[in-house]
């Protein structure tokens, strides 16, 4: 079973970074079928999808994010990070890392983080 654990500062000041970590257990970075991805949500509005990174490092944003995100794994492929920088109280949201089950015809998400909850406020 693979478990997936967001970690970070849950209040950012504006213009600052926000970097956030997911821990993988139960597994690992380990095959280009799976893309890792991080997910928010802003209070009273839909899933956004941020971006994703492979186990081959490959990435992919968001083209209104693509900017100012920057998703990186570590050395162990045991966890990945999502930067976000000059953040806005409009970055303010539920952040969730998601591992996405690639396959012949689809997609899906089969396993979440809980989320956190990142403030953006002065």
């Known amino acids: 079973q693979v478990q997936l654990q967001e970690s970070g500062p849950g209040l950012v000041k504006p213009s600052q970074t926000l970097s956030l970590t997911c821990s993988v257990s139960?597994?690992?970075?380990?095959?280009?079928?799976?893309?890792w991805t991080w997910i928010r949500q802003p209070p009273e509005k839909v899933l956004e999808w941020v971006g994703y990174?492979?186990?081959?490092?490959?990435?992919l944003y968001n083209p209104s994010l693509k900017s100012r995100a920057s998703i990186s794994g570590d050395t162990s492929k045991t966890q990945f990070t999502l930067q976000l920088t000059s953040v806005t109280p409009e970055d303010t949201a539920v952040y969730y890392c998601?591992?996405?089950?690639?396959?012949?015809?689809?997609?899906?998400?089969?396993?979440w983080g809980q989320g956190i909850q990142v403030t953006v406020s002065s």
């Open positions: 990174i492979t186990y081959s490092g490959s990435t």
């Open positions: 139960g597994g690992s970075i380990t095959a280009d079928s799976y893309w």
């Open positions: 998601a591992r996405n089950k690639r396959r012949e015809g689809g997609y899906e998400y089969d396993y």
